[in-house]
């Protein structure tokens, strides 16, 4: 099918190979699959550039400098995980956490509550009017007759209450899937990270690319994740395998994944032990566990439905040629500019 134009287009396999689903090809059964651990924990690998990157953040904030970090990658990628490899970095820190939240997504200042939950005992701390602007924000004091507080007031309590803690230990906020924060707490917290100084206060947001919800802010520091290398890679796989993988059968799986782990741990679950020790063929398609195919059909679900019928037409002809899929697409109903979103 499309891999030519997946290539074409710079998109990773495995999101074509989601659609391939949803348009209702390629559907393998689970039985009969050799199941390769894939609830095993394995510990970060590779990831050591990033590592440093959030290291040297963590050691600069100990220094009374405070730092910003925006970690941007696909879904699966391994943003989580590298939040996660901070949070053990981070002896001697308060930590606080925060995950952005879909259902949450329109209630104003709900990512501010989870993230300070464990702080509000030090609102008294700080100036009165500023805690109570951020008291009301989440919810603790009731809203006045005057309605809800100036924005402006909540985010200059966030950042008074944060220098406050950090009085006590440097401060480390992890914020994860920051696309789907509301964007009440957004505002704040983006201008509470672009004021930071010598607070001794580091925040790192964690944000999936290329959603319909985005974590659009400008102006902070970013590290796009991409896929690991494919030596990286290829000792994931063999790690989530209980027998040994022909270097052919891994290079084909890494290419299949784009080196990201979250489908590099499922696959393997996904492949009879003949197809992962090379006596038998691989599948001509990705087959996807129910993680990834959620994980990329959620995305594609958010895509405008002309965008959508051009993915589905790519998924469901052989030739793999643009032109063709397009034109498809056309007399369907999806429009020429629909491919951009995707
Ligand atoms: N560098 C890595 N080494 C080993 N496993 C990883 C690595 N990065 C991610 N994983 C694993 O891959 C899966 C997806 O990672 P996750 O951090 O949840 O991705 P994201 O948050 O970007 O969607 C998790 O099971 C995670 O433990
Ligand atoms: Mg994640």
């Known amino acids: 099918m499309g891999e030519r134009l ?9 999101v074509v190979a989601a659609l391939e689903r949803a348009a209702g090809r390629s559907v393998r059964s689970l039985a009969g699959r050799w199941r390769c651990g894939t609830l095993q924990h394995v510990g970060l690998r590779g990831r050591e550039s990033e590592q440093v990157v959030i290291a040297s953040l963590l050691d600069g904030v100990r220094g009374f400098r405070s730092g910003v970090l925006v970690l941007r990658g696909q879904p699966g990628v391994g943003k989580s995980a590298l939040l996660e490899d901070a949070q053990g970095r981070a002896g001697g820190m308060l930590v606080l956490r925060a995950v952005g939240v879909e259902s949450e997504a ?10 300070l939950r464990p702080v509000l005992d030090r609102l008294d701390r700080i100036p009165d009017h500023l805690a109570a602007a ?72 964690a944000a999936r690319d290329g959603e319909a919800r985005a974590f659009s802010v ?27 993988v022909p270097v052919e059968v891994r290079d084909r ?63 469901a002809e052989d030739t793999g040629r643009p032109a063709i899929v397009l034109t498809a697409a056309q007399a369907l109903g999806g429009a020429p500019e629909a491919r951009d979103p995707a």
């Open 6 to 14: 997946v290539e074409s287009a710079a998109r990773p396999v495995i």
């Open 106 to 115: 329109e209630f104003a200042f709900a990512g501010l509550h989870q993230l």
């Open 134 to 205: 951020l008291r009301r924000a989440v919810g603790v004091d009731p809203v006045g007759p005057g309605g809800a507080d100036d924005r402006f007031l909540v985010a200059l309590a966030v950042l008074a209450l944060m220098a406050e803690v950090a009085e006590e230990a440097p401060l480390l906020c992890l914020i994860d899937d920051a696309h789907w924060l509301d964007d009440a707490s957004v505002t704040a917290l983006v201008f509470v990270a672009r004021r930071l100084a010598a607070e001794r206060v580091a925040l790192v947001f």
């Open 218 to 244: 400008s102006g902070l520091p970013e590290l796009r994740l991409e896929g690991l290398d494919a030596e990286t890679a290829g000792a994931l796989l063999a790690s989530r395998c209980s027998a040994s």
């Open 253 to 315: 799986i890494v290419e299949w994944t784009g080196g990201n782990p979250l489908a590099l741990s499922e696959l393997p679950s996904m492949l009879t032990a003949g197809q992962l020790d090379g006596s038998e063929p691989l599948p001509a398609r990705l087959p996807l566990t129910e993680t990834v195919q959620h994980v990329f059909a959620e995305r594609a679900e958010r895509l405008p439905g002309p965008t959508r019928r051009v993915l589905l037409v790519a998924a």
